[in-house]
């Protein structure tokens, strides 16, 4: 197996993690890195921060899911432009064109991560999972087969425990107390 279908293998299982995955990027995202940051489902970049996929000054194309991610994430045009020049683009920048989530100042990188982090982990755990499940498996399909998909999901839900909680802390108006059934 080539180093490319490895770290390809190793990007997809990130990608497919049940539980969301948060990529905190200071300083250069190039390359490889710039499609690591692809595959996590929210990004928040340090105001530090550079994305970029300048393989084609070298002759080649972005290998591990750059040509594919970064469309779906941006729309095509904006992928070609940065994908065909291999120029760079600042946090702000990727910021406004939907690459990153969020921009902070580099000292507060990791705090506004664990924050968000521990937000999402107060979330139904199950609920969690098929919301990224429905997403992701959604933009495999047509829209009429994600919807369908995405009801199938969201029944399934109505059968968990959380769901209970969830809508029982609402009529009670406190914190529900997620357990991950």
């Avoid at 000054?57 to 020049?85: N, V, W």
Wanted: with cysteine.
């Amino acid at each position: 197996m080539s180093t490319d279908q490895t770290a390809n293998r190793a990007f997809n299982l990130i990608a497919n993690m049940p539980k969301p995955v948060i990529a905190a990027v200071a300083g250069f995202a190039l390359g490889g890195g710039c499609e690591l940051a692809l595959v996590a489902d929210v990004r928040i970049a340090a105001d530090n921060a550079k994305f970029g996929l300048p393989e084609i000054k070298l002759g080649i194309l972005p290998g591990i899911g750059g040509t594919q991610r970064l469309p779906r994430l941006i729309g095509a045009g904006r992928a070609k432009e940065l994908i065909f020049t291999g120029d760079p683009i600042n946090a702000e920048e990727a910021w406004r064109i939907g690459l990153v989530n969020k921009v902070v100042p580099a000292e507060q990188l990791f705090a506004e991560t664990r924050k968000l982090a521990k937000r999402l982990a107060g979330q139904g755990a199950v609920a969690l999972r098929l919301a990224k499940s429905s997403i992701n498996e959604g933009l495999e399909m047509d829209l009429a087969a994600g919807l369908q998909y995405e009801h199938k999901c969201y029944s399934i839900l109505f059968s968990t425990k959380d769901q209970k909680e969830g809508f029982s802390a609402f009529q009670e108006k406190r914190r529900p107390n997620f357990k991950g059934r």
